[in-house]
């Protein structure tokens, strides 16, 4: 049986007890440990904000105006991922986002870009109904270097089209901390003939350079001149820059469906004026437009423009949070369904070699050694999924491997091995393959946690799979819930199988939905086919389905504002023992 033993040659665990050590060895991965998660910070990482102007975008339709989108792509393990997406401007040729794109840069690496435009069908956000317009592919290392950087995107078919893309890049530095803002707005112009003009509020930063960058774009209210928008968060370096007296330049428009939206009047402020709002109290501007006040003796204003809240969210780190006493709870689910072939063959995926583990123990070990740093009891839950189980051999698709139903921990991920392989014999590999039922078992823990309202445990559920799951919109719906929680997972597809259908785990225009059509909260999923990484090292495997979960932890208890315990607290609180 496959063990982690003591290599002979290097002293370090590894698949064999020969003078010659394999390339599959837990040093490899324990080296990569702190970076997977982002223990320590490297000094070339820095965070960069990407904000996107197109112009001169045609449309294929002639008769109405394109409703543009761009969807930024990364490339990653030689395949394009989605990182994000803008938001959809309605009949615009010569779009402005006020979607900003943050991302990490690495001076040591090449980060590939490729930022897609598309033309979204007014009845459906989704890109499976949109028109590809063209794209644009670039590093992000090219936009760093010069600021600005503007390239014309190339058409279905790769010919130059007349659309340039201009991307302009800002590092974050300093300060991350988030505004969060509520405006409404009282007797405003009326624009419309038969109908309420139907506002919204554009507020731009004025630059170093006497530009004008633009920082949000509030939604419409339709028809009304008493509007009170969304409440909305901005970082405080998009707003300002972190300077709290930086002229912020504001826009109240009555929006038009062909684009030609019609000008009602602006103010200036500042983040310091702003602030005023803290308490409670209302801050207000007169909204003015310098053409009535030229023509109009007795004008005083276009309405009335009103911050009813402004309120500063500290951001904290994925270290804070952990230094804070904040454990990851590990739990592994298997896919023990027959397409899995029989463990006695050594076709099969779950075949235990002397010498070399199989791919769901690759796995298992590679994201198992980095959680458990984390983790201060080092027990963890394993399930298996898809068989027939002793002593009645009944079909589970939530068993404990251990057998011990009342205690499914397993100790340290080398007693996780053993109770995989000592399972293995004693079952009958069946089907379907159903995970909605092992997400709603962890998800019940989870929300147990959710009522404590302290950053103390987050769970992390490995689910190792074999195939495409056959219970799609039970697990959406259970993705949907556990958004709600403490929780992340991540399905690593092991073997051959066509594994396009998981992506559907993404979403269909972006963002997973359950069949009833309510979106996930956070996005918690991560898949990965293992054949990916089939020659890569484990620690490989580990960065790329481990990159999210710090700020996936960090974004679940900034969202439910729960500040992590500052060090000091949670060692006092921790109970004394030997």
């Known amino acids: 049986m496959w063990k982690l033993s003591p290599c002979s040659s290097c002293g370090s665990p590894c698949t064999c007890e020969k003078t010659s050590c394999p ?9 990569s440990a702190a970076n997977s998660l982002g223990l320590f910070s490297s000094p070339c990482l820095t965070k960069v904000e990407l904000r996107l102007t197109c112009k001169g975008i045609s449309d294929r339709d002639a008769l109405s105006k394109p409703d543009p989108c761009v969807v930024l792509n990364m490339q990653s393990h030689g395949q394009w991922m989605e990182v994000d997406r803008t938001e959809v401007i309605r009949s615009c040729v010569n779009p402005t986002y006020s979607k900003v794109f943050t991302l990490d840069y690495y001076f040591e690496e090449v980060q590939r870009l490729r930022f897609e435009l598309y033309d979204i069908n007014s009845s459906h956000n989704g890109l499976r109904e949109a028109d590809f317009l063209g794209s644009v592919e670039c590093t992000l290392g090219q936009i760093i270097s010069q600021r600005k950087l503007s390239k014309a995107l190339l058409r279905p078919g790769g010919t130059v089209g007349k ?42 930063r004025l630059n170093d350079d006497a530009t004008l960058q633009l920082v949000y774009r509030t939604e ?7 509007p009170v928008w969304k409440t909305f968060k901005v970082s405080l370096n998009s707003l300002c820059s972190g300077d709290h007296e930086r002229k912020l330049q504001c826009t109240v428009w009555d929006w038009d469906s062909n684009g030609k939206h019609d000008y009602i009047g602006e103010f200036e402020a500042t983040f310091k004026e702003m602030r005023g709002a803290i308490d409670g109290r209302q801050v207000q501007w007169p909204c ?69 583990p199989n791919e769901y123990l690759k796995a298992l070990v590679a994201v198992g050694e980095i959680c458990q740093d984390y983790d201060s009891d080092k027990m963890f839950p394993a399930f298996g999924f898809g068989a027939r189980i002793p002593p009645d051999y009944k079909v589970s698709h939530d068993f404990a491997v251990n057998f011990n139903e009342e205690n499914p921990e397993c100790a340290g991920i080398q007693g996780l091995v053993e109770a995989y392989q000592a399972c293995l014999p004693k079952l009958q590999l069946y089907g379907p393959t159903n995970i909605a039922p092992i997400i709603q078992k962890v998800a019940n823990t989870a929300s147990q946690e959710v009522h404590t309202k302290e950053a103390m445990q987050y769970f992390i559920l490995l689910i190792l799979t074999d195939g495409v799951i ?17 929780m992340s997972i991540i399905i690593v597809g092991v073997g051959n199988a066509d594994f396009t259908d998981m992506q559907m785990l993404d979403g269909d225009d972006g963002i997973l ?15 990965v086919p293992f054949r990916n990484f089939k020659h890569a090292s484990p620690a490989a495997l580990a960065k790329s389905v481990l990159a999210e979960v710090p700020n996936q932890v960090v974004d679940y208890y900034n969202s439910k504002g729960i500040k992590p315990k500052v060090p000091s607290e949670y060692q006092s609180s921790r109970p004394f023992g030997p």
């Open 23 to 31: 390339a599959f060895t837990m040093s490899d991965i324990y080296e």
């Open 220 to 226: 419409t209210v339709m028809n009304n001149l008493n």
């Open 470 to 486: 056959t219970d799609m919109a039970d697990t959406r719906e259970a993705i949907v819930q556990a958004s709600h929680l403490p």
């Open 163 to 204: 659309a340039i893309i201009t991307i302009t890049a800002e590092e974050l530095t300093g300060n991350d901390d988030y505004i969060e803002l509520s405006f409404s707005a009282r007797k405003l112009d009326d624009k419309d003939f038969f109908s309420k003009s139907d506002p919204f509020l554009e507020i731009y």
């Open 288 to 356: 003015i437009n310098p053409k009535y006040k030229v023509k109009k003796k007795n004008y005083r204003n276009s309405g009335i423009v009103i911050l009813n809240q402004c309120k500063i969210i500290k951001m904290h780190s994925f270290l804070d949070y952990i230094m804070g006493g904040c454990q990851i709870q590990f739990t592994v689910a298997i896919d023990f369904t027959a397409s899995n072939g029989d463990p006695r063959n050594s076709c099969s995926l779950h075949y235990i070699h002397p010498f070399q």
């Open 513 to 527: 939905r359950s069949p009833k059509g309510e979106p996930v909260l956070r996005d918690i999923v991560q898949f």
